[in-house]
């Protein structure tokens, strides 16, 4: 039995409702530009057939529905599904809602990250460094 304050669970339009909000939204409802974003990642990603699949697929060599064709990749696109099946719904939810209520995003990814990147304190510089007391 559930309780009244429990939360249910995000469903897929959930979080693509919330990501929608964002400016970020924009972004993906455009296809050719979201296409072009997941093949960049692809290509800059740790899998080797990954890079593979993203290069083909940025080149336009390769359809998206030509890579199933491929036997080779069958076993990249199998752990693909796994890993996809393992995602935190609940978790993406949030965090795109997060995403919504910040005033500081403006939709371009690059800018946004780097933006991000400031929220970090500066590492400290070894030249700044006070001196070790004499012994």
Same mark, same amino acid.
């Given at each position: 039995?559930?309780?009244?304050?429990? #939360?249910? @669970?995000?469903?897929? $339009?959930? #979080?693509?409702?919330? #990501?929608? =909000? *964002?400016?970020?939204? +924009?972004?993906?409802?455009?296809?050719?530009?979201?296409?072009?974003?997941?093949?960049?990642?692809?290509? +800059?990603?740790?899998?080797?057939?990954? =890079?593979?699949?993203?290069?083909?697929?940025? !080149?336009?060599?390769?359809?998206? %529905?030509?890579?199933?064709? #491929? *036997?080779?990749?069958?076993?990249?696109?199998? %752990?693909? %599904? *796994?890993?996809?099946?393992?995602?935190?719904? !609940?978790?993406?939810?949030?965090?795109? +809602?997060?995403?919504?209520?910040?005033?500081?995003? *403006?939709?371009?990814?690059?800018?946004?990250? $780097?933006?991000? +990147?400031?929220?970090? @304190? @500066?590492?400290?510089?070894?030249?700044? %460094?006070?001196? !070790?007391? @004499? =012994?």
């Amino acid at each position: 039995m559930s309780s009244v304050n429990e #939360v249910p @669970p995000a469903r897929p $339009d959930d #979080v693509l409702a919330a #990501v929608d =909000r *964002t400016p970020y939204g +924009a972004v993906l409802r455009d296809e050719s530009r979201r296409r072009q974003m997941i093949y960049e990642a692809m290509l +800059a990603g740790p899998d080797p057939i990954g =890079r593979e699949i993203g290069q083909q697929l940025l !080149d336009g060599s390769v359809s998206p %529905r030509g890579l199933l064709a #491929v *036997t080779d990749y069958q076993e990249y696109f199998s %752990r693909a %599904r *796994t890993d996809a099946e393992r995602l935190d719904l !609940d978790d993406l939810a949030a965090s795109a +809602a997060a995403l919504a209520d910040d005033q500081q995003l *403006t939709g371009d990814l690059d800018q946004d990250a $780097d933006a991000g +990147a400031d929220d970090e @304190p @500066p590492a400290p510089d070894e030249s700044e %460094r006070p001196e !070790d007391p @004499p =012994r």
